[in-house]
Every structure is written in structure tokens, then in C-alpha cells.
């Protein structure tokens, strides 16, 4: 078995679709929470708040710099996910295609490394 996160991201289009339809988004999402709970695959599922109310810290120069609000150049918002394990990548996929996500979203699915595989002697964010 391996982890995968199906990343939502979504635009300013898509997210306003959504919001307009929001009890029957959240309905759909529920029901397909119970599928992958029902299927035994689900590790987390979450949420963003609206980026507005978020910060971004640039690693650019000597300092970080802390920004309010979402990276201005992000066309495509990173807006929650799915934690998943499963056999295999293309199952991975198959969840992703049943996402209950509005027109103009994406789902971007990636594998979560395991400890294993980082460099020898770094920490699990892969830093020495």
C-alpha cells in the first residue's frame, strides 16, 4: 500500500461555483467521504479556509518575508485534500475521477514519500 494526497485545487471561477451550490457540494463531498471510508482508503480529508485570511512566508533573500494573503501570481488555489492509501497510483487516480468537484477545479494527485526514501541522516521533511 502506498499514501497519496489528491490536492483540490480550484480558481476563482470554480470556487465561486461552488460556493454558489454549497450545501449541495457539501452533500456530495460527505457521501464521498463515506465511499472511501467504506473502502478502507481514507487516512485525512480537509479543508482550507479562504486564502484571503492566509499568509505567505517567501524565502527570497537574506530574511523570510511574511505576506498577508495568498501568493499573488497563483492562478489555481491549493483549497484542501484527500489523504489516501492505496495499492497503487492508478487507484489513487480512480479516486481522484470521483471527486465531487465543480467545472475548473483540478485534482493533482501525488505520491507521499515514506521515510525510507529520504536522504540518509535528513529529518521527514527531508532536511539534514
Known sequence: MAKYMLIMRGTDESNAAMMASIDEAMAAT???????????VLLAAEGLD???QGVVVEFGGEAPVVTD???GETRELFGGYFLLDVASKQEAVEWARRVPAVRGSKIEVRRVAEA?????GSDTNGRP
Open 30 to 40: 460527505g457521501r464521498f467521504i463515506e465511499e472511501m471510508l467504506k473502502a478502507g
Open 50 to 52: 479562504d486564502p484571503g
Open 69 to 71: 494573503g495568498p501568493y
Open 116 to 120: 525510507d526514501e529520504l536522504p540518509p
